[in-house]
Every structure is written in C-alpha cells, then in structure tokens.
C-alpha cells in the first residue's frame, strides 16, 4: 500500500474558462510543478474542463504533474468547490446551494465550502447548516479573520480542512495545498481522499 502524501492544490483558476483569472493552463501546470505541486485541479467558474480536454492537458504536462477538473459553483448562498461531475447539467449561476448538494449526491461528488467568510457572515453562517464534505479554511483570498472563523466552523462540524491556492495569477498556483494519500489518479480518488484531509 502506498502511504506517500501528495501536494495537491484543488482550487485553480484558469483564463479564459474563468474571465477573472489571468492564468493560462500552460503558466498553471509550469507553476505547480515549480511549486512541488503533485495534483492539480482546475476548478473554473461554473464550468467544468472536459475529460477530453483535460487528457490532452495532461500529454503536455507529463507524468510529473497528475491534472485533474473540478468546479467552482457561484450559488445564492456564496461559492462551492465541487469534484466529481463530468458535466454541468443542471447546474446554473446563482443556483441554490441546497440542489447543488442534491445533484452532488446523486452522483457521488464532494462539495466543499470554499473561502465560505470570504464575501460575508452569513454566507459562512449558512454553512453550519449544509451537507458539505470539508471546508476550505486558507488560501490566497483569506484573511486571518476568514480563516479563523472558517478553523471553527470546520471544528465544530468535524469536517476536513482543505487548503487551496484558489489561484487567478501563475505566482498564487501551488501557493496552498492539501497533503493527501496516494494515489490519486482520478477523480473518484480525489473525491475519497477529500473527506480525511490533513494539514499541507
């Protein structure tokens, strides 16, 4: 059994599938395997990479570096990370977090509560409430407030800490990470070793 930790970073942005990043996928992979980075994962705004698309990605960037597609929700309750959809049929802009969670269970995906104090209390508030499988506590867009209150409401649900860069810029990619058990050669790995996150 291979018990080696992975540096994964499950929270990256890239232009132009997400308008606000400045990130090209080509600059992503280059940082993160500067960075020591062992997983990737592009998590785009309301838009999912195809496995297609990703395949062809992961021939550029080689075996150094695994590349893997999530997304990132924009929900009327605030934002969430979602990994194990291949598609976003029924997902839409400013949807309620509640189907969103609805469709991630019915197709066996992780949500996760990404940078949840980030644009105000009650979107983090709202999330003592969710079925979500971790939070994502630091990252490039927290402050030591955020971070803090997003600590406690990690701790007092009993949910993993996810550590991310949510990189827009190539110097933020592989800034953050989550440590993780190989492998994680799909998907459906990343979505299993979600729920036991450790500190990276």
Not at 55 to 82: K, N, P, T, Y
Not at 143 to 156: F, G, R, V
Not at 166 to 187: E, K, N, W
Request: hydrophobic content about 40%; glycine content about 4%; charged content about 20%.
């Amino acid at each position: 059994m291979n018990s080696r930790l992975l540096k994964v970073d499950m929270h990256v942005h890239t232009h132009p599938f997400s308008p606000c990043s400045v990130t090209t996928p080509h600059e992503a992979i280059e940082a993160a395997i500067n960075a020591g980075i062992d997983v990737l994962v592009f998590t785009d705004h309301d838009t999912i990479w195809s496995k297609q698309e990703i395949d062809e990605m992961q021939q550029w960037a080689g075996a150094q570096l695994r590349l893997l597609a999530g997304i990132e929700v924009s929900c009327l309750e605030g934002h969430f990370l979602v990994y194990g959809l291949d598609a976003i049929d029924g997902l839409h802009y400013n949807m309620p977090v509640k189907e969103l969670i609805d469709i991630a269970r019915r197709r066996e995906a992780a949500v996760v509560a990404a940078h949840p104090f980030r644009f105000s209390m009650e979107s983090g508030n709202y999330c003592y409430k969710l079925d979500i499988d971790a939070v994502e506590v630091d990252s490039s867009n927290t402050t030591q407030t955020t971070k803090a209150l997003a600590e406690k409401l990690a701790a007092q649900r009993n949910l993993p800490r996810i550590y991310a860069s949510d990189a827009h810029s190539p110097r933020d990619v592989g800034s953050y990470h989550t440590l993780l058990s190989a492998p994680i050669d799909t998907i459906s790995d990343l979505v299993r070793e979600i729920k036991n996150a450790t500190r990276g």
